[in-house]
C-alpha cells in the first residue's frame, strides 16, 4: 500500500474527511493520509474547519508511513513558506533613579560599605 510512497515526497491530495484532531487527505484511489491538525498552517489553529473543507485539492509532504499499521502523517505546513515576522519595534527603557540621600552616587565599594555597615548598626540600636 505504502511501498509507493517516500518520506519527505510532495504530493497532491484531496480532503475526504474532517475531524476536530485533522483531516483525512486521499493520495490516490487507495491511500488515505492524516494531516494532524498541528500540521495544517503555520500558527495556531484552533477550528480545523476554518482552514479545510472536505473536496479540498490541497499540497501535502509525507512526514512518516508506518508499514505496520498502513498510517501515513502528512503535512499541509511543509509545503508552505513560513510566514516572515515583523521585527518588533524595541522599547526604550527608562531607568528609574531614586536619591535617598546627598551621599548616593558613584562611590567605591569601600565608600559604600563602610555608610552601609553604620546604617545597619543604626537599624539594629532601634530594634533593641
Not at 477550528?47 to 485539492?57: F, K, M, P, V, W
Not at 508506518?66 to 531607568?95: C, G, H, M, Y
Amino acid at each position: 500500500m505504502t511501498n509507493k510512497f517516500e518520506v519527505g515526497q510532495i504530493l497532491d491530495g484531496k480532503v475526504t474527511g474532517i475531524q476536530p484532531y485533522g483531516a483525512f487527505v486521499a493520495l490516490d484511489e487507495e491511500t488515505q493520509g492524516l494531516v494532524h491538525i498541528s500540521e495544517v498552517t503555520h500558527g495556531f489553529v484552533k477550528d480545523i474547519n476554518e482552514h479545510l473543507t472536505t473536496g479540498d485539492e490541497v499540497k501535502v509532504k509525507v512526514l512518516t508511513i508506518d508499514e505496520e499499521k498502513n498510517k501515513v502523517s502528512l503535512s499541509i505546513r511543509a509545503t508552505e513558506e513560513a510566514p516572515k515576522k515583523a521585527p518588533k519595534p524595541r522599547k526604550q527603557q527608562t531607568a528609574a533613579v531614586q536619591h535617598t540621600n546627598d551621599s548616593a552616587g558613584f562611590n567605591t565599594l569601600k565608600d559604600k560599605l563602610e555608610e552601609w555597615i553604620e546604617q545597619s548598626g543604626e537599624r539594629d540600636s532601634f530594634k533593641k
